[in-house]
T-cell receptor
Framework: GAVVSQHPSRVICKSGTSVKIECRSL??????MFWYRQFPKQSLMLMAT?????????EQGVEKDKFLINHASLTLSTLTVTSAHPEDSSFYIC???????????FGDGTRLSIL | QQQVKQSPQSLIVQKGGISIINCAYE??????FPWYQQFPGKGPALLIA?????SEKKEGRFTISFNKSAKQFSLHIMDSQPGDSATYFC???????????FGGGTRVLVKP
């Protein structure tokens, strides 16, 4: 149980392209989903928290106009990296939880490479 | 401010040995402490978690020890296997919250 699916697993695209990443909770309803960014050999950095039907809450230093988050249903959240540039290349990971003080379950990440 | 400090950064252990990873936290509001295992190119997977009402929790070869007064907790991997080679992250969450604060990670290599 508690499976989170993330798609695509890898994206390679040209600078200036917008890229959408999907995060789905397959066997549970996720009231809250999280988006993280992870650089090589580093820990996970929380980018934003999204609750179904509400605007996402972004961490300090994360550009909300650059990283658009939509959480339209209890099983789907999307992250769109707008006008991506090489410095946006990273490993993006989502997680989902059923509520406060409950475990977070992670997707398998999306490797984004901007040429 | 790094609220959860994890050590060591890397660890090499022989097959059958014990891997020990330590974490220390500062925020006394934390009351949920999970450990995650991450393989290269994959997302973290929840391994085991503990809440402060117990001092130890064991699941198979994995044990969490928790010291509330010292604000420290640790992961012990008994009878370490090559398949345990991965990066391990400790984390902490405050009561009534939902954000995880992660430690810096420990890369564990189990030599056959």
């Amino acid at each position: 149980g508690a499976v989170v699916s993330q798609h695509p697993s890898r994206v390679i695209c040209k600078s200036g392209t917008s890229v959408k990443i999907e995060c789905r909770s397959l066997d549970f309803q996720a009231t809250t989903m999280f988006w993280y960014r992870q650089f090589p050999k580093q820990s996970l950095m929380l980018m934003a928290t999204s609750n179904e039907g509400s605007k996402a809450t972004y961490e300090q230093g994360v550009e909300k106009d650059k990283f658009l988050i939509n959480h339209a249903s209890l099983t789907l959240s999307t992250l769109t990296v707008t006008s991506a540039h090489p410095e946006d290349s990273s490993f993006y990971i989502c997680s989902a939880t059923t509520g406060s003080n409950q475990p977070q379950h992670f997707g398998d990440g999306t490797r984004l490479s901007i040429l | 401010q790094q609220q959860v400090k994890q050590s060591p950064q890397s660890l090499i252990v022989q097959k059958g040995g014990i891997s020990i990873i330590n974490c220390a936290y500062e925020n006394t509001a934390f009351d949920y402490f999970p450990w995650y295992q991450q393989f290269p190119g994959k997302g973290p997977a929840l391994l085991i978690a503990i809440r402060p009402d117990v001092s130890e929790k064991k699941e198979g070869r994995f044990t969490i020890s928790f010291n509330k007064s010292a604000k420290q907790f640790s992961l012990h991997i008994m009878d370490s296997q090559p398949g345990d080679s991965a990066t391990y992250f400790c984390a902490a969450m405050a009561a009534a919250g939902n954000k995880l604060t992660f430690g810096g990670g420990t890369r564990v290599l189990v030599k056959p």
